[in-house]
C-alpha cells in the first residue's frame, strides 16, 4: 500500500496519509505469544475497528501503541517517525489519548477534574506561577476550563460536573474517560471497548459521540469493539485478529465476507 | 437561609474556581483573618498562647505538608519526625553559623533544605508503593534521628548534645530566644501559617494539584494522560518536606528554644502529624487545620477535665488519651476516611438546606 494514498469514504470524508503504522510487531510474554508478526497502518482521518474473539490480543496491540507494552519485534511509526523506546506519558505529549477496557478514571475527583486532567499536556504554567495563582496560572486554567466545557456540553454530562466519578453509572463513567481522552485534543484517539456493558440506547449515544467527534474535530480514532453490528456502522477500515495474528484487513463489507474471519467468529470455539 | 449559594450566580469560571465559592464562607474566612491578627494579640494570655495557638499553628504547617504528599499525592509517609528534624537542625546551623542572616531566610531556607532532603528519601518511591514505602519512610525517619544523635557537627559539638536557638529578631521584636514575648512568636507563626496555607491551597487548586490526585487514584492512567510519575511524586515528596521542615525549624526555634533529637523529633511526631492529617481530612486543607487544632486541643481538654475537674491522677489521664486517640483513627479510617473536613461539608450540605430539609 501506497504511503501518500488517501481515499474517500462512501460518506465524503478524505482519509489521508497513514498517523500510525505497525510493522511487524510482535509481542510475547514469557511463553505467550500475545501479537504475532502483525502489521497494519491507521490513517489520517479514519475510524479504524480492530476485532477478534477474547484473548486475540487487541488490548496488547493498543497498549503497544502507547507505549505501555514494548514489543520484542517490529517498528511502530507515528506521524511518519519511527518510535525509539519511550515512556507513556511521553507518547501521551506526543498527542496520543486512549481509554480503557476496565475504566480507569480518577476515583477520588470529580467529573469535571478527571476531564481537567486530560488537559494536562497542553498546561504549562510553571510551579511558581502556579503558588501565585493570580495571573497566568489561573488565565491558564479558565481557557483549559473553557475547553473542557465544551467537551462536557458535547457529552452532555452537564449535570454531572461536580460529582465524584466513583459514584457514577457504569455508562456514564465510560462517557468521562471518552471526555478525557478527547480533552487532550489528541492527533490519534485509541478506544478499548468504549461500549462494553452498556445496553442499546447507551451504545447509540457513544456510537453518535465517536462519529461526532471524528466528524467535529477530524480526529483518527482507532477502536475495539465486540459488538459488530457497531463496528460496521462506524468503522471506515477493520482490522481482525484471532490468536495474536492478523486474519483480516479491509472494509467492514470485505472483512465480513473473509472466509478466516468466519471460521474464527463460527468455527473453531474459543473458550 | 442565609447559608447558601443562590442569588450567587457564579458569572465566570474564574469564580466558579474561588476556594470559598459561598459568599457567607469568604466573608467568615476574611473575618477570622482579621480577628487573628488584630483581635487574638491583645487578648489570649501567654498559657493559651504556648500550649495550644502556637503548637497549632506550627502542626498546621506540618499537617498540610503531609497531607500535601499523602491526602493529594497518595504516598504514605512516617517519616515526618525525621523531616522535621532536618528542619530543626539546618535552622540551628544556619542561625549559628550565619548570625546576620534574618530568620524569616533562616526558616525558609531550613525548608529548602528539607525539600531536597524529602526529595532523595522519596526516590524510592518510583519503585515501592504503600505498605513497603511506609516502611522505607520510617527507616528515614529512624536514620535521621541517629545521624543528628551521632555526628557533632550537627549540634556545634555542645556537651548535652542539645540544640538551642540563639535570639533573632524581625523589626527590632524578638522572635526566638528567652526575650521573645509570646504575643510576637504568635504574630510570626500566624503569618507564615497564612502564607503557607494559601500557597497549598494554589498548588493544589489548578494543574499541579489534579497532577499529584491523579497519581493518587490511579498512577498508570495517570501515566497515559501525560503525567510523569517520578517527576510529580518528586515534586511531592520536594514541596511536602519544604513544609514539614519549615514546621520544624519553627517548633525548634520559635516555639521550644532548645531541642534534643529523639525527644523532639521521634517516630511519636511522625506519627502525631499522620494522626492531623488522617483525622482532619486526607486531600484538605481545611482538614489538615481542623486535624492540629483536634491533636493539639484534645490532650489539654481531657487533661483538665479528667484531672482538673475528676481529680484523676496524671499518668491515668495520658492513657487514657492514647486509648481514645486510637479509638478515633480507627473510627475515621472506618467511617469517614475524610475527616472532619468531611464532617464540616456534610455540616454544611444541611445547613444549606435548612430550615427546609428537601
Ligand atoms: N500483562 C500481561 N502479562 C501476561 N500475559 C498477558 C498480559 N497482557 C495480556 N496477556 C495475554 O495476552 C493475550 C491477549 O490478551 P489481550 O488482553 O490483548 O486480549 P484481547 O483481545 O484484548 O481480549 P478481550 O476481548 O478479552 O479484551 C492473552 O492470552 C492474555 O492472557
Ligand atoms: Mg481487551
Known amino acids: 500500500m501506497n504511503a501518500i494514498d488517501s481515499y474517500i469514504t462512501p460518506d465524503g470524508r478524505t482519509i489521508g496519509a497513514p498517523v500510525m503504522e505497525m ?20 490513517r489520517e482521518g479514519e475510524i479504524r475497528a480492530i476485532i477478534g474473539p477474547n484473548g486475540a490480543g487487541k488490548s496488547s496491540m493498543l497498549n503497544v501503541m502507547n507505549g505501555f507494552y514494548h514489543p520484542q519485534e517490529g517498528e511502530v511509526h507515528f506521524r ?41 499536556t497542553h498546561m504549562k504554567t510553571g510551579m511558581f506561577s502556579q503558588i501565585k495563582w493570580w495571573g497566568a496560572a489561573q488565565r491558564e486554567e479558565v ?21 465524584p466519578v466513583g459514584r457514577l453509572p457504569y455508562g456514564l463513567q465510560k462517557r468521562v474517560e471518552l471526555g478525557r481522552a478527547l480533552a487532550a485534543e489528541p492527533k490519534l484517539l485509541l478506544l478499548d471497548e468504549p461500549m462494553a456493558g452498556m445496553n442499546v440506547e447507551e451504545k447509540e449515544d457513544m456510537s453518535r459521540f ?17 459488538d459488530m453490528g457497531v463496528v460496521m456502522d462506524i468503522a471506515d477500515r477493520v482490522v481482525v485478529m484471532d490468536y495474536g495474528k492478523k486474519i483480516g484487513d479491509g472494509t467492514p463489507e470485505e472483512v465480513r465476507t473473509n472466509q478466516d474471519v468466519i471460521d474464527a467468529y463460527l468455527g473453531v470455539a474459543h473458550d | 437561609m442565609i447559608y447558601r449559594e443562590a442569588g450567587d450566580f457564579k458569572t465566570s469560571y474564574a469564580k466558579d474556581q474561588q476556594t470559598f465559592p459561598i459568599a457567607f464562607d469568604r466573608w467568615g474566612y476574611f473575618i477570622t483573618l482579621a480577628f487573628a491578627f488584630l483581635v487574638v494579640p491583645f487578648i489570649i494570655n501567654d ?16 499537617a498540610i505538608g503531609l497531607n500535601i504528599l499523602t491526602g493529594y499525592c497518595g504516598q504514605v509517609s512516617l517519616g515526618s519526625g525525621g523531616f522535621m528534624a532536618v528542619g530543626a537542625y539546618a535552622a540551628y546551623k544556619l542561625m549559628t553559623g550565619f548570625p546576620d542572616l534574618n530568620i524569616v531566610f533562616v526558616i525558609f531556607l531550613s525548608g529548602g533544605i528539607t525539600a531536597l532532603v524529602g526529595m532523595l528519601f522519596g526516590l524510592p518511591s518510583l519503585r515501592i508503593k504503600g505498605f513497603y514505602l511506609a516502611v522505607a519512610t520510617l527507616a528515614a525517619q529512624f536514620f535521621l534521628v541517629w545521624l543528628f544523635n551521632k555526628v557533632p557537627w550537627f549540634y556545634n559539638y555542645s556537651a548535652s548534645g542539645q540544640i538551642s536557638a540563639p535570639e533573632r529578631s524581625i523589626f527590632g521584636y524578638a522572635v526566638t530566644g528567652a526575650n521573645a514575648l509570646p504575643a510576637v512568636s504568635y504574630l510570626f507563626c500566624l503569618c507564615f501559617v497564612v502564607i503557607l496555607a494559601w500557597a497549598a491551597r494554589n498548588l493544589t487548586r489548578g494543574a499541579n494539584g489534579r497532577k499529584w490526585m491523579a497519581i493518587r487514584d490511579m498512577d498508570i492512567a495517570a501515566e497515559i494522560i501525560g503525567v510523569n510519575p517520578l517527576k510529580t511524586k518528586l515534586t511531592a515528596f520536594g514541596v511536602s518536606s519544604f513544609y514539614i521542615g519549615i514546621a ?24 502525631l502529624i499522620l494522626f492531623m492529617v488522617i483525622i482532619g481530612g486526607l486531600g484538605s486543607i481545611f482538614g489538615s487545620f481542623a486535624g492540629a487544632a483536634f491533636m493539639v486541643l484534645m490532650p489539654v481538654l481531657l487533661k483538665n477535665v479528667m484531672v482538673g475537674q475528676l481529680g484523676w491522677p496524671t499518668d491515668l489521664a495520658a492513657h487514657f488519651e492514647f486509648v481514645i486517640v486510637g479509638g478515633l483513627i480507627v473510627l475515621f ?10 464532617l464540616w461539608r456534610l455540616a454544611k450540605e444541611k445547613l444549606r438546606l435548612w430550615p427546609f430539609p428537601h
Do not use: C
Not at chain 1, 509481542?27 to 502489521?39: E, M, N, T
Not at chain 1, 476550563?145 to 457529552?155: G, Q, S, T
Open chain 1, 23 to 42: 510493522k511487524n510487531i510482535t509481542l510475547r510474554f514469557g511463553g505467550v505469544v500475545a501479537i504475532k508478526d502483525i502489521s497494519f497502518d491507521i
Open chain 2, 333 to 342: 479510617l472506618i467511617v469517614e476516611p475524610h475527616g472532619l473536613a468531611q
Open chain 1, 80 to 120: 511518519g517517525e519511527k518510535r525509539g523506546p519511550m515512556r507513556p506519558h511521553q507518547i501521551a505529549h506526543q498527542g496520543i489519548a486512549r481509554t480503557f477496557q476496565n475504566i480507569a478514571l480518577f476515583k477520588g475527583m470529580s467529573t469535571l477534574d478527571n476531564i481537567m486532567t486530560g488537559r494536562l
Open chain 1, 210 to 226: 465517536i462519529l461526532d467527534v471524528n466528524d467535529e474535530f477530524g480526529t483518527t480514532i482507532a477502536l475495539i469493539e465486540h
Open chain 2, 47 to 62: 498559657y493559651w498562647i504556648n500550649a495550644v495557638v502556637l503548637p497549632f499553628l506550627i502542626y498546621a504547617i506540618a
Open chain 2, 248 to 271: 520544624g525549624a519553627m517548633l525548634f526555634a520559635v516555639y521550644l528554644g532548645a531541642a534534643e533529637v529523639g525527644e523532639a523529633f521521634g517516630i511519636s511526631k511522625s506519627f
Open chain 1, 143 to 163: 481557557e483549559n476550563r473553557e475547553l473542557v466545557e465544551k467537551i462536557i456540553d458535547f457529552l452532555e454530562i452537564q449535570t454531572i460536573r461536580k460529582t
